[in-house]
């Protein structure tokens, strides 16, 4: 059974750079043929793709977000990490981790991820 647990700091100030990490039990981040993903959902509003990191390394990321976002991983440490930089207010989200499945599934498509992490809530205040 896969899991995926998510951490970090639930309060960033503006302008500053959000970190997240999530950390994957039951299965590796390195098999093929799946990919690693971060989906967040603003409150009141409906879950929004940022983007992915594959099993070979190679990261995806939403054109909507591409400029402020980066996604990295750690393969000793089963982790991959999202960077989302020059927060404001209105990043302000419930951000979850989940893995999709490339032979499956379209990567930008949220309901196509079969296993979710809890989620961590991050809140964009001064």
């Known amino acids: 059974q896969v899991q995926l647990q998510e951490s970090g700091p639930g309060l960033v100030k503006p302008s500053q750079t959000l970190s997240l990490t999530c950390t994957v039990s039951g299965g590796s981040i390195t098999t093929n043929y799946y990919y690693w993903g971060w989906i967040r959902q603003p409150p009141g509003k409906g879950l929004e793709w940022m983007g992915a990191?594959?099993?070979?390394?190679?990261?995806y990321y939403s054109p909507s977000l591409k400029s402020r976002t980066s996604i990295s991983r750690d393969t000793s440490k089963n982790q991959f990490t999202l960077q989302l930089s020059s927060v404001t207010p209105e990043d302000t989200a419930r951000y979850y981790c989940?893995?999709?499945?490339?032979?499956?599934?379209?990567?930008?498509?949220?309901?196509?991820?079969?296993?979710w992490g809890q989620g961590t809530q991050v809140t964009v205040s001064s």
């Open positions: 989940a893995r999709g499945d490339f032979t499956t599934a379209t990567m930008s498509r949220v309901d196509e991820y079969d296993y």
């Open positions: 990191i594959a099993y070979s390394g190679k990261p």
